[in-house]
């Protein structure tokens, strides 16, 4: 079955402009959560959703929101964009729970 | 906060060696965990995982180790091959269970 898709690949865009990136998950996931992941860094974890709801969110600004479609295809958007938020942004997806985490290829954003 | 960590940031092993990665974790009530590769421009890749009600699990050529008495975690690699250059990442699902929080990363070299 195919996997977690993640689009676009790779953006640029510059600073104060916002940008939403695209996840879909595995087929019959309902869960999606999204990391950022920067360089040297660990990665961190944005929110989670569960049949269109958030469940967990992290510690993260408000300029950094998300939802879930009724397909469980889910979207992050980040507003008013500054350096920092240049990163590897990537989504997994899970059945519900802990179990068959998965995630997809990432989305590359740079900020210039 | 969760803190996952890694004893050593980064590994260099000759080609058919075990190889050894450690990692720590903080949260006494996590009952799950995993262990990805990265690969340079992909997302995280599953590796193995273990549930707290084990100490040891098996995979092919890996094996991960898990000692809660002092909240350490350990992925072997048997016959290392040039293939498993890559970071490596440990993570636990904390409190939620349905969130996971990840170490730095250990980056692996593996020497022809």
């Known amino acids: 079955k195919a996997g977690v898709t993640q689009t676009p690949r790779y953006l640029i865009k510059t600073r104060g402009q916002q940008v939403t990136l695209s996840c879909s998950p595995i087929s019959g996931h309902r869960s999606v959560s999204w990391y950022q992941q920067t360089p040297g860094q660990g990665l961190q974890f944005l929110f989670e959703?569960?049949?269109?709801?958030?469940?967990n969110k992290g510690n993260f600004p408000g300029r950094f929101s998300g939802r879930q479609f009724s397909n469980s295809r889910s979207e992050m958007n980040v507003s008013t964009l500054e350096l920092g938020d240049s990163a590897l942004y990537l989504c997994?997806?899970?059945?519900?729970?802990?179990?068959?985490?998965?995630f997809g290829s990432g989305t590359r954003l740079t900020v210039v | 906060g969760e803190s996952v960590g890694l004893h050593l940031p980064t590994l260099s092993v000759q080609e058919g060696d075990n190889s050894i990665i450690n990692c720590a974790y903080s949260n006494s009530a996590s009952d799950y965990f995993i262990w990805y590769k990265q690969e340079s421009g992909k997302g995280p890749q599953f590796i193995i995982d273990i549930r707290s009600n084990m100490d040891k699990r098996q995979g092919q050529r890996v094996t991960v180790l898990l000692n809660k008495t002092v909240k350490h975690l350990s992925l072997q690699i048997a016959a290392t091959q040039p293939g498993d250059s890559a970071v490596y990442f440990c993570a636990e699902n904390g409190d939620t269970g349905n969130q996971f929080y990840f170490g730095t990363g250990t980056s692996l070299t593996v020497i022809p």
């Open positions: 959703y569960f049949s269109e709801t958030q469940r």
């Open positions: 997994a997806s899970s059945s519900g729970g802990s179990l068959g985490y998965t």
